[in-house]
């Protein structure tokens, strides 16, 4: 799906610019960072499959050129190169993307400049389509550069694609990349919210410009916030005459001006910062984006407690003094890095002091406070990451999937930082089990399920390995005994023998062919010798087995599951809502065992009242209300009927023979017939035309007949109920209340 949606924003970027506006030349990024995965997928692979796509289906009247970076050497700042020129042969550009192996830096404002350049010699305007996936890592600032070359007349546009980018710094430097040119920035940082992005605003070609417009921008900075309120502009003709525009109060400005030569000014008359740009070339139906930077002074101070030598990993607090503006950011990078170049970071928005970890390997680095936007090195001091040391004390044999405790000494603890055993040969990161040693020493690991040597490690930083230890662990040995056969739902005891218990050992019962990690019924080991293990429901052949760590069987032992019995006696019908004694036979009671009624069609899961077998037979079993065929069934961990029996239930009657008035207040006696008492039978008076189940007083029919119920004290026209079950009226009779006397 990333590639059809990235091949769409290309067709968008390319066909419909290249239609309107000229040629085109795609700037790829070849960086080291372009070997990270986007679902799974290296980006530099995603690039090429949807620039080969893209080649494949553009008109041939298209021209198009292409220029790489980062893709010939490594820390080289200088490593970008024209790789077709524009207009060059389709197969040429797609042999030459396909030539590319990412290895080195980010020299996205030089490259982008070099393409502003050829597209300068070709004297038409042009669209610039940048593919990168982080920041700009040598010198200059890209956004200054895109400022830079708008003033000196170069007419292109820049639209960027961004890979993966989370980093607030290096999207603000796309998006400020892109937006000083007047082109728009697409985040790809995964399939569907470049979709989104693409669905909502470059779905379909742009319509030709047709008009002349102009936005006024100024930021703090080269290539730093945009001020968004505040600032008064001036637009003045190169040639002289009267401002065109005269605008205070302002931020971003879009106005209309006549094409010609101008010059542009701004100024915040809150400060008094003032910018200006001469010789601002506008040409007749375009948009254009003119971008001043008003600088001034920004000044920092860093220092790192402890400082000078600190030992590899641990961390430090960094005392800083600074602008404090929006992105900026506190980090370690290697002694003489280049510019934005950031390891472990804070930023000043989090508070003074920062605490950083140092890097985990040994050597010299600088503490930095960096400015965000732009990206600016503002003040560092060096410092020393000495190598770290630890210790691993541990036997030197376990068994399989045994938990043993592993003694260590390290650094001050770090995120990251863990204890965990692989194979000798695996790579620094790999790790099976693990404990952090923030949870301190001991440690609690627990050995893998297969038999070999192994070597415990401690960690640093996920990456780095301080201190190694072999450990030898032989196989697991382990017995289950448990009877030969047994009924369908049986619980059976199962007896074991086996390793020291540890999550996800459990003994269960399965089919003979079943995959190590699936279960039925189990019981963990941790809870002791014997088990409990129901059977499963159907019969055949199964086995009882020892799993351990949730994968690995150590031990097993075949069982034959023969089919369960059960009887029903009760009488052959019953009144509706009577309760009736149903005697059963059936195998020994497990949890989800039941005797109930039911439709005779209703799923095997369905039930109306019901009781337990384990409250032993007969169970009580109280029939429906509504006359019908019904079932009476057996049911088997709350999904297997294996008995059943017809009932037929018959429609219930009752009658009322009480009074036809009475007075208000007291009591008055109700003689009645009706079904056996039930739970929800009840003799009520209600007030003439309520709900069929409202009522002002009642008295259950268990009490027997007459009922005696208590009469309301407001005067009226009522009606005498009798109640079946708490849902249905079997019989009424009318009832007038007069005043008391």
Known sequence: MMRAFLAAFFLFAVTPAVAEEGDAILVLDASGSMWGQIDGEAKIGIAKSVLGDLLGELPAERRLGLIAYGHRRKGDCSDIEELAAVGADRAAIAAAVEGISPKGKTPMAASVKLAAEKLKSTEEKATVVLISDGIETCEPDPCGVAASLEQAGVDFTVHVVGFDVTEENAEAQLQCLAENTGGKYISASNADELGAALETTVAAAPEPVSETKVRLR???LEGGVVIEEGLTWTVTPRLGGEPVVQEAGAGVLDVEIAPGAYDVAVERPSDGLKGTQERVVIRENTWKTVTIALTFPVEATVAADPGGEVMAGTNILVHWTGPDRKGDYITIVEKGADNGRYGTYAYTR???????????????????YMLGQPIRTLASIDITATPAEATLVAPDEAIAGEEIAVEFTGPPAGSGDWITVVEPDADDKAYKNYHYTKQGSPGTLRMPLEAGEYELRFVQGNKKVLARRPITVTAAVATI???ETAIAGEEVSVEFTGPEPASGDWITVVAPDAAPNKYGDYHYTRQGSPGEVRMPLEAGEYELRF???????????????TEAVATLEAKDTAIAGETVSVDFTGPKPASGDWITVTAPDAEEKKYTDYAYTKQGSPAKIRMPLDAGAYELRFVQANKKVIARRPIAVTEATATLDGPASVPAGGYVKIPFTGPPPGN???????????DDLKYESYTTSKAGSPANVRVPKEPGDYEIRFIHGNKKVLARAPLTITPAE
């Open 350 to 368: 989090q508070g003074d002091p920062a605490e950083l970890r140092m890097p985990v390997e040994p050597g010299d680095y600088e503490v930095r």
């Open 547 to 561: 799993v351990q760590g949730n994968k690995k069987v150590i031990a097993r032992q075949p069982i034959t599951v």
């Open 218 to 220: 100024a930021t703090e």
């Open 680 to 690: 929800g039978d009840y003799i009520a008076i209600s007030k003439l035309g309520s």
């Open 481 to 483: 005994s448990g009877p």
